[in-house]
């Protein structure tokens, strides 16, 4: 396996461990480390512009959501990835797409997307959360259509990952950070991977 993404699985490993022994300044710091980790092999494996500024968006999502606690930074952190996964779906748009997985992508993700408006519906929430599904959808069915299965599974990891916070946030269920963390993990991995090798 590459070194870089040695490095990567082992600051996640490290991360998790700590956030699980309730470490949060520490786990903080290693928190901000994994996507400029994913950036050094994107750039080892040919530069690509829309992928470096999607992680670094995504840096500054998870620097912000070290203390989603505050509102504030939580949306910001929230406009940093909905930002990230527009980047995403660009970089695939710009690349060749096979409509029968394109049709097989929307159809997957259109289950979560309703399960939310559905949701929302049921609570005060505002458009915002609805206009994020609907970037992740859009961005999960084009992951689809690039026919990369690496990046389709990070695509639907993500939707696991987010919406497992959404759930939180929405106070339906609450989550434990490592499982969500573990989740959005194994998402921006397989996304990058798949990604890159398109």
């Known amino acids: 396996m590459d070194t870089i993404l040695l490095l990567y699985i082992a600051l996640a490993l490290l991360h998790l461990s700590l956030r699980a022994e309730g470490l949060k300044r ?28 999607s992680l670094s968006l995504a840096t500054l999502g998870d620097y912000f959501l070290t203390d989603g606690t505050r509102k504030a930074y939580f949306t910001l952190g929230m406009v940093s990835f909905a930002l990230a996964h527009l980047l995403y779906s660009i970089h695939l748009l710009l690349r060749p797409l096979h409509q029968p997985l394109l049709v097989i992508g929307t159809l997957i993700a259109l ?79 397989l996304l990058v991977q798949g990604l890159v090798n398109l």
């Open 26 to 53: 520490p786990g903080s710091l290693t928190k901000v480390l994994l996507m400029p980790t994913l950036m050094a092999y994107v750039l080892a494996n040919g530069s690509q512009p829309l992928l470096l500024v």
């Open 111 to 189: 289950i979560p997307l309703i399960y939310l408006v559905l949701l929302l519906k049921a609570s005060a929430a505002k458009l915002r959360y609805v206009l994020y599904g609907i970037n992740l959808f859009v961005m999960t069915a084009l992951c689809f259509g690039s026919g990369s299965h690496l990046a389709s599974l990070g695509a639907l990891a993500f939707i696991i990952s987010d919406g497992m916070i959404a759930m939180d946030t929405l106070h339906r269920r609450r989550f434990s950070v490592v499982t969500e963390m573990a989740a959005y993990i194994l998402a921006q991995l």
